[in-house]
């Protein structure tokens, strides 16, 4: 059966309707859920023995600068501003859904990429 362009405005209008936007998920969960869980639930066993060691649960002060490039983002974090220092400045990011379970170090990069142009010149 070949499909052919919808004419008629109620046809287009209940199309319209059923389209929904893509959710964010992370591992199959919704963010609203993944707000409701522990850090613990969340990330694999090395970024749990971690948690134990830094960052007091429920921090988010303003702008947070910190040299830690291998703090692993967690839900909490959504929505803040982090200053990472990546050498010699801090470069502020706005943490994003998308980057929960990755580092910080992620998203400053630490060295300043070559640029190809001509090969130099010998002696």
Known sequence: MVESAVTDPQVAADLKKKRTF?????????LDKLLDLSNEEI????????????A???EKPA????HLRDMIIVPEMIGSMVGIYNGKVF????????????YLGEFSVSYKPVK???PGHPP
């Open 91 to 102: 470069n502020a990011v706005e943490i994003k859904p998308e980057m929960v379970g990755h």
């Open 56 to 58: 007091p649960p429920n």
């Open 63 to 66: 702008v947070v600068k910190t």
């Open 22 to 30: 893509r959710t964010f998920s992370y591992r199959g969960i919704e």
């Open 116 to 118: 190809h142009g001509r």
């Open 43 to 54: 990330v694999h066993a090395r970024a749990r023995r971690r948690f134990q060691q830094r």
